[in-house]
């Protein structure tokens, strides 16, 4: 059965009941057209068949497929709940805005070559009648990873299993790659992979703005505010092997309003949670891992917040328009940005040197001490860059596998996930988001089988484990 068939949906019945409200409110005032008693056009609607929450481009990815796959125009409600709807501390907007196919695993392929084949045509998909045409800035100069002799063998594994799955994926060794790219120090490189086709950056905010603008055309209603609580029935039952477990089903929502105390309940049948960095927190809102040790109920949402630092540097004999991005085997990578001699680029701390995630100031010290030598190192025109800017942002950062978490979660039956995907979340949304949707909508993963991303795994023990994490 659909949510189409088991949602209680707007109907004759509340329009009745609305219509009554206002004709005893028009009584009190005679003669005088009906107007409401006081602004409510900042508060959620009272109802809503599914309460996406995160307004980054996962959410409005998923709130995009609910619609564009729904048997009936206007037949679900969806309400996206952001708390900040100026995005300056969302991870969409603060990403180096990449894509690619090279990963270690089958579905992270697959996830972002459909992922690429919509941003490719992103205006047969996100088109809104006499609004002009989104350009996405889509800027195809692939990747280029490079391994050390300790890490080619998994290279070579791994685009062997790329190229199975469709991407357009090379093998260079360092004599090929200093032909190609004389400006790279190929010491230290046993192999390099590229990417031929589908992988570049583009322009995240184009992507999250068009996204916005196609949904308020489909009838999807946003709201700035912070869910604080759910409200939840509970039912008991056994499972196969005589363990007691605790079903919960959300039935409302409370939605905090933006610079204030007040809140809205929200009734509702689905909730998504797409909260990015904050998913862990909206998960134990909900009641997950809220329970013993070693149980389902007792395994939390391993996601938490991990801040990220990118910087921007000039250098005037640095790698021409032909560069793609790079990731050294060290961790360090960098791009291109525009056509003047600019690069954007960083490097992922080990466990040891994590920083506060409290805030998002950026240490500089960081990128003297362990960005820029190895960026030299392996690009010597960078000796004599300089630092331009800098900022920080979130990674979704999954500690059990660094990987997303997609589906339904199996005790609190209607809460989904779309989270986890430690940095590569923006590039795989378009996918994740019909994945989701076919999920809510069907009860199954209908184009790509993500079973392997579901919430069980953690309660398993299962890692769906990706390697390729920049």
Same mark, same amino acid.
């Given at each position: 059965?659909?949510?189409?068939?088991?949602?209680?949906?707007?109907?004759?019945?509340?329009?009745?009941?609305? +219509?009554?409200?206002?004709?005893?409110?028009?009584?009190?005032?005679?003669?005088?057209?009906?107007?409401?008693?006081?602004?409510?056009?900042?508060?959620?609607?009272?109802?809503?068949?599914?309460?996406?929450?995160?307004?980054?481009?996962?959410?409005?990815?998923?709130?995009?497929?609910? @619609?564009?796959?729904? @048997?009936?125009?206007?037949?679900?409600?969806?309400?996206?709940?952001?708390?900040?709807?100026?995005?300056?501390?969302? +991870?969409?907007?603060?990403?180096?805005?990449?894509?690619?196919?090279?990963?270690?695993?089958?579905?992270?392929?697959?996830?972002?070559?459909?992922?690429?084949?919509?941003?490719?045509?992103?205006?047969?998909?996100?088109?809104?009648?006499?609004?002009?045409?989104?350009?996405?800035?889509?800027?195809?100069?692939?990747?280029?990873?490079?391994?050390? $002799?300790?890490?080619?063998?998994?290279?070579?594994?791994?685009?062997?299993?790329?190229?199975?799955?469709?991407?357009? *994926?090379?093998?260079?060794?360092?004599?090929?790659?200093? @032909?190609?790219?004389?400006?790279?120090?190929?010491?230290?490189?046993?192999?390099?992979?590229?990417?031929?086709?589908? $992988?570049?950056?583009?322009?995240?905010?184009?992507?999250?703005?068009?996204?916005?603008?196609?949904?308020? +055309?489909?009838?999807?209603?946003?709201?700035?505010?912070?869910?604080?609580?759910?409200?939840?029935?509970?039912?008991?039952?056994?499972?196969?092997?005589?363990?007691?477990?605790?079903?919960?089903?959300?039935?409302?929502?409370?939605?905090?309003?933006?610079?204030?105390?007040?809140?809205?309940?929200?009734?509702?049948?689905?909730?998504?949670?797409?909260?990015?960095?904050?998913?862990?927190?909206?998960?134990?809102?909900?009641?997950?891992?809220?329970?013993?040790?070693?149980?389902?109920?007792?395994?939390?949402?391993?996601?938490?917040?991990?801040?990220?630092?990118?910087?921007?540097?000039?250098?005037?004999?640095?790698?021409?328009?032909?560069?793609?991005?790079?990731?050294?085997?060290?961790?360090?990578?960098?791009?291109?940005?525009?056509?003047?001699?600019?690069?954007?680029?960083?490097?992922?701390?080990?466990?040891?040197?994590?920083?506060?995630?409290?805030?998002?100031?950026?240490?500089?010290?960081?990128?003297? $001490? @362990?960005?820029?030598?190895?960026?030299?190192?392996?690009?010597?025109?960078?000796?004599?860059?300089?630092?331009?800017?800098?900022?920080?942002?979130?990674?979704?950062?999954?500690?059990?596998?660094?990987?997303?978490?997609?589906?339904?979660?199996?005790?609190?039956?209607?809460?989904?996930?779309?989270?986890?995907?430690?940095?590569?979340?923006?590039?795989?949304?378009?996918?994740?988001?019909?994945? *989701?949707?076919?999920?809510?909508?069907?009860?199954? !993963?209908?184009?790509?089988?993500?079973?392997?991303?579901?919430?069980?795994?953690?309660? !398993?023990?299962?890692?769906?484990? $990706?390697?390729?994490?920049?």
């Amino acid at each position: 059965m659909n949510i189409q068939e088991k949602v209680p949906l707007r109907g004759p019945y509340w329009d009745g009941k609305v +219509s009554e409200i206002k004709k005893k409110i028009q009584s009190i005032f005679p003669g005088g057209a009906w107007s409401p008693l006081y602004d409510t056009s900042h508060l959620p609607p009272e109802r809503s068949d599914v309460v996406i929450v995160g307004g980054g481009v996962l959410g409005l990815s998923v709130a995009y497929w609910l @619609k564009r796959l729904e @048997k009936q125009r206007g037949a679900i409600r969806v309400l996206v709940v952001e708390r900040d709807h100026t995005y300056a501390r969302a +991870s969409t907007v603060l990403s180096v805005g990449g894509i690619r196919q090279q990963f270690s695993l089958p579905q992270n392929v697959q996830l972002s070559l459909f992922s690429a084949e919509f941003l490719r045509n992103i205006n047969e998909y996100l088109a809104v009648v006499d609004d002009p045409p989104l350009d996405l800035q889509f800027n195809p100069s692939g990747y280029l990873l490079l391994a050390s $002799e300790e890490g080619a063998a998994i290279m070579e594994h791994n685009v062997k299993m790329q190229r199975q799955e469709g991407a357009k *994926v090379c093998l260079m060794s360092p004599e090929q790659l200093q @032909k190609k790219f004389p400006w790279i120090n190929t010491e230290g490189v046993a192999l390099a992979s590229y990417g031929l086709e589908n $992988e570049g950056w583009f322009d995240p905010w184009c992507l999250l703005q068009g996204l916005r603008r196609k949904l308020q +055309s489909m009838g999807v209603l946003f709201c700035q505010g912070e869910v604080t609580r759910f409200i939840s029935s509970s039912s008991h039952m056994e499972t196969g092997s005589g363990e007691q477990v605790t079903l919960k089903r959300i039935h409302e929502v409370h939605v905090k309003m933006d610079r204030s105390q007040e809140f809205q309940p929200v009734e509702c049948a689905i909730v998504v949670n797409a909260a990015g960095a904050w998913s862990g927190q909206i998960a134990e809102l909900a009641g997950v891992g809220n329970g013993p040790p070693g149980t389902m109920q007792g395994t939390r949402l391993p996601v938490e917040p991990r801040k990220r630092y990118v910087y921007l540097w000039h250098c005037p004999q640095g790698p021409g328009l032909e560069a793609p991005l790079v990731a050294d085997p060290s961790g360090a990578y960098f791009r291109r940005e525009g056509l003047g001699n600019n690069y954007l680029g960083g490097c992922s701390p080990t466990e040891e040197e994590e920083p506060d995630p409290g805030n998002l100031e950026v240490d500089y010290d960081f990128f003297q $001490e @362990k960005v820029w030598p190895r960026l030299a190192r392996r690009v010597p025109a960078f000796e004599t860059l300089k630092v331009r800017s800098a900022w920080a942002g979130y990674y979704d950062y999954n500690t059990f596998d660094q990987n997303g978490v997609v589906g339904p979660h199996p005790l609190v039956v209607n809460m989904y996930f779309a989270t986890g995907f430690s940095g590569h979340g923006l590039q795989q949304a378009p996918a994740v988001g019909r994945a *989701v949707a076919e999920m809510v909508l069907e009860g199954h !993963f209908q184009t790509i089988n993500l079973s392997p991303f579901l919430f069980s795994r953690f309660y !398993f023990g299962e890692k769906a484990q $990706e390697h390729c994490i920049l």
